[in-house]
């Protein structure tokens, strides 16, 4: 696919926009980023993991975007329609008001059953408010990284369809798009009161189901609203900071992949954790760490049939490896691809590589353990049975947890450096343990030697206590017998190791906030020779205030430590996976679902803390 | 000319030849050679439901293609008897004949398919196949030309 011709990125910049400029829409099996100057700039097709059709975000040239927005000056204004993943972006421009609405269209289940609708589509209503505004698109489509052939047609009476190997695009829209050199443009003047419609649809494996615009695409979008709202509408959280809850649990949704329920740590890849850097990672697959959080806040939220469907999932999908667990997974629960480059990109802001894949899956992370049988048990605090495959499956685990433990891994960080002995890693190997005890004890798993796991799990935290605990610099230290911490340290008191409130937390809250602290609110996740240059990061900032919710300082404490952390969301509500200390722009993959369910857990603890205290004054 | 059917061996083969068929075409487009799913158009003639449409159609496309090989066993007795490359005469020319008329008439009978000229309306909405079938593909008229010379051809061997 040959590269945009110069002219035709007349209105916008060749250089993207900061990360937190984006806003998300997807339908629970794709996502796609949208800018605050109208611009579809990231969006993999028919999955999350597909190859690119527009990926601007990491080269304007060769990546592809949609731009919908008006020629010339304006300022822009956007907004979620409240409690949904519908994204509303105003264009205020001299002559008038032009309202944008983008959506990834879902519906009812027996809406679905009586309507052919499409399998993919980006649905994108514009609105002429006020005035006079005249509109310039652009269309680029370059699927699959920009790295296959296309074929353009324009049927005019079905629109303009793309064809590449292994798919076709079709583009309808009632405003007149034309096809140019490599791309369609679209200029026209709207009036106060005019609404047209762009709908994108891919089909891979069969004939496209092409929209019919107008009335049926108010219907799409009304039943994207509806679904969106119904969805919301089951958040149990009732707390001071429902608003950011809700937003941090919808855009978790848009991670969630309804077809397996597995989900993906964040929509993109290679958006850089040091901007123009090399630190570039493909995030869009599924991290078991991620597990436990994210199926606490789940179940925390009163949605549990997603999280039951993600503990089937990592029970049963990871079963190619088992007893032996990856750090990553695809949404299938295949092994990720292998990491290779986009060697002709120029990067998020000249940050190369651009890779996709993820070489991370060959790592020895045993945390991942200790993840997974802590989100089974969280199936006993809903009073949910455990089958016997699951059962199977557990032991196994378990049992690999046993004989391993005592490994150097590669540690929650991901480094690529030598393993070592990880003080978050024995945690969540002491987790497995525990876990194990509580599935054992609960009735939920037989068929395990408790003396043989009580005598581990006793072990592992002589073990901890010995070699993480620094007598001298009066901390816990990030791997054993070493000097520095790390913000996975918090973890101890999360995890039920140590309570919150005992000196030994106190002390090394104490000194991960003057060794870690980036700012108001911020925390750096670790500060050694591999971080020169490095932001703060999401969930680390999170961590720290269900640190004081769950007793490491006052209830107060708490929530101003969450409020300041929140100053940083972007003003959709979303978090990137960093937050940079000087500027406090969103870096890294967007938006990152570890940062959301750092955020809805540490609400949670926080409301929990709270209802505590509030019974315990009624009982006073 | 009287041509005499062994009822049982086309009864067995047709059934086998069309199952054939059936996977062959899947393959191909599982393989990203042709977005062309029958079972999907055939289907979605009785039901919007995607996955109702998709199982329904499997069994539809397989009792067409089993209907469909009389004419094969009839052409083959015409031509001098069953062998495998007169079936897969017979398929090629069957092919063709969907190629070139039946992708054309399918929007004008199909209650759910878009027309290029019309485009689509809130009860077609389907993308229609366009001339050799090459709105799903370019490679599309080469795949329904393989599959059907592979269904006469197994027809021709086997029947007898």
């Given at each position: 696919m040959p590269p945009?011709?110069?002219?035709?990125?007349?209105?916008?910049?060749?250089?993207?926009?900061?990360?937190?400029?984006?806003?998300?829409?997807?339908?629970?099996?794709?996502?796609?980023?949208?800018?605050?100057?109208?611009?579809?700039?990231?969006?993999?097709?028919?999955?999350?993991?597909?190859?690119?059709?527009?990926?601007?975000?990491l080269d304007v040239e060769k990546g592809g975007f949609w731009r919908i927005a008006p020629a010339g000056e304006y300022s822009s204004t956007r907004r979620y329609i409240p409690e949904t993943n519908v994204l509303e972006t105003e264009f205020r421009t001299a002559g008038g008001l032009l309202r944008v609405t983008d959506c990834m269209p879902v519906y009812h289940a027996?809406?679905?059953?009586?309507?052919?609708?499409?399998?993919?589509?980006?649905?994108?209503?514009?609105?002429?408010?006020?005035g006079e505004v005249a509109l310039d698109g652009l269309y680029f489509p370059s699927p699959k990284y920009g790295r296959c052939a296309v074929r353009w047609r324009k049927k005019d009476a079905?629109?303009?369809?793309?064809?590449?190997k292994g798919g076709a695009l079709w583009m309808r829209s009632d405003l007149p798009w034309e096809i140019r050199d490599g791309h369609a443009a679209c200029n026209s003047v709207m009036r106060a009161g005019e609404r047209r419609y762009c709908s994108l649809v891919m089909m891979e494996h069969g004939p496209a189901v092409l929209s019919c615009l107008g009335s049926w695409s108010d219907a799409a979008l009304q039943q994207t609203i509806s679904w969106w709202k119904k969805w919301a509408s089951r958040c149990e959280y009732q707390g001071e900071f429902r608003d950011e809850v809700l937003r941090s649990a919808l855009a978790g949704k848009l991670l969630n992949f309804a077809p397996s329920g597995a989900t993906i740590a964040a929509p993109t890849m290679s958006l850089p954790e040091r901007v123009g850097g090399d630190l570039n990672w493909d995030y869009r697959?599924?991290?078991?760490?991620?597990?436990?959080?994210?199926?606490?806040?789940?179940?925390?939220?009163?949605?549990?049939?997603?999280?039951?469907?993600?503990?089937?999932?990592?029970?049963?999908?990871?079963?190619?490896?088992?007893?032996?667990?990856?750090?990553t997974y695809t949404v299938y629960g295949r092994l990720t691809p292998k990491e290779w480059e986009l060697n002709d990109w120029k990067g998020y802001r000249e940050s190369r590589p651009v890779r996709?894949?993820?070489?991370?899956?060959?790592?020895?992370?045993?945390?991942?353990?200790?993840?997974?049988?802590?989100?089974?048990?969280?199936?006993?605090?809903?009073?949910?049975?455990?089958?016997?495959?699951?059962?199977r499956v557990l032991r196994g685990v378990g049992k690999y947890v046993h004989n391993h433990w005592m490994l150097p891994d590669k540690g929650i960080w991901e480094p690529r450096t030598p393993n070592q002995h990880h003080t978050h890693s024995k945690l969540m190997c002491w987790l497995?343990?525990?876990?194990?005890?509580?599935?054992?004890?609960?009735?939920?798993?037989?068929?395990?030697?408790?003396?043989?796991?009580?005598?581990?799990?006793?072990?592992?935290?002589?073990?901890?206590?010995?070699?993480?605990?620094?007598?001298?610099?009066?901390?816990?230290?990030?791997?054993?017998?070493?000097?520095?911490v790390d913000a996975s340290l918090l973890l101890l008191s999360k995890h039920g190791f140590e309570p919150a409130d005992s000196s030994r937390m106190k002390s090394t809250y104490r000194r991960i906030r003057e060794e870690l602290g980036a700012g108001p609110g911020l925390l750096y996740r670790y500060r050694n020779d591999l971080s020169p240059g490095e932001s703060a990061f999401g969930i680390c900032c999170f961590w720290a205030a269900e640190y004081l919710a769950l007793g490491g300082g006052t209830l107060e404490e708490a929530k101003e430590e969450f409020r300041k952390v929140l100053r940083y969301r972007n003003d959709l509500g979303l978090?990137?996976?960093?937050?940079?200390?000087?500027?406090?722009?969103?870096?890294?993959?967007?938006?990152?679902?570890?940062?959301?369910?750092?955020?809805?857990?540490?609400?949670?603890?926080?409301?929990?803390?709270?209802?505590?205290?509030?019974q315990e004054a009624k009982a006073a | 000319m009287i041509v005499v059917i062994q009822w049982t061996h086309w009864l067995f083969w047709g059934f086998v030849a069309s199952v054939a068929l059936v996977t062959v075409e899947t393959i191909g487009q599982g393989l990203g050679f042709t977005r062309l799913n029958l079972p999907l158009i055939l289907g979605s003639a009785f039901t919007p439901d995607r996955d109702h449409a998709r199982a329904l159609g499997v069994i539809l496309h397989i009792f067409m293609g089993w209907a469909f090989s009389i004419i094969y066993v009839i052409g083959m007795g015409f031509l001098g008897g069953p062998t495998w490359y007169r079936g897969a005469f017979i398929g090629l020319a069957h092919a063709l004949a969907i190629c070139v008329i039946g992708w054309q008439i399918l929007p004008g009978i199909h209650p759910r398919m878009a027309s290029e000229t019309h485009g689509p309306a809130a009860t077609r909405m389907l993308e229609p196949p366009g001339f050799m079938g090459v709105n799903y593909g370019i490679m599309t008229p080469v795949a329904v030309f393989v599959t059907h010379a592979i269904f006469g051809a197994i027809l021709g061997a086997f029947y007898r």
């Open positions: 945009l011709q110069a002219e035709r990125l007349l209105y916008r910049s060749r250089v993207a926009p900061p990360i937190g400029d984006y806003g998300i829409i997807g339908d629970c099996r794709s996502a796609a980023l949208i800018s605050k100057g109208g611009s579809l700039d990231w969006l993999c097709w028919p999955w999350f993991d597909s190859g690119s059709i527009f990926a601007a975000i027996d809406y679905e059953k009586q309507h052919l609708i499409p399998d993919r589509e980006v649905l994108r209503i514009v609105e002429c408010v006020e079905l629109g303009i369809r793309v064809e590449f697959y599924c991290w078991l760490r991620d597990a436990s959080m994210t199926v606490t806040a789940m179940f925390g939220l009163g949605y549990h049939d997603e999280a039951e469907a993600f503990i089937e999932w990592l029970l049963h999908s990871t079963n190619r490896t088992q007893p032996r667990l990856l750090v996709v894949g993820n070489d991370a899956r060959k790592q020895l992370q045993l945390d991942v353990y200790g993840e997974v049988l802590s989100a089974a048990v969280q199936l006993d605090e809903s009073n949910k049975r455990v089958d016997g495959t699951s059962a497995a343990m525990d876990s194990l005890l509580r599935l054992h004890d609960g009735g939920l798993l037989n068929k395990i030697n408790r003396d043989e796991i009580e005598q581990t799990l006793h072990e592992i935290r002589r073990e901890i206590e010995q070699k993480a605990w620094n007598e001298e610099r009066q901390t816990y230290t990030a791997i054993f017998e070493g000097e520095e978090f990137g996976e960093e937050i940079h200390p000087e500027t406090g722009e969103v870096i890294g993959n967007f938006p990152q679902g570890f940062t959301h369910v750092g955020l809805i857990n540490a609400a949670l603890t926080i409301a929990e803390r709270e209802a505590k205290m509030e | -």
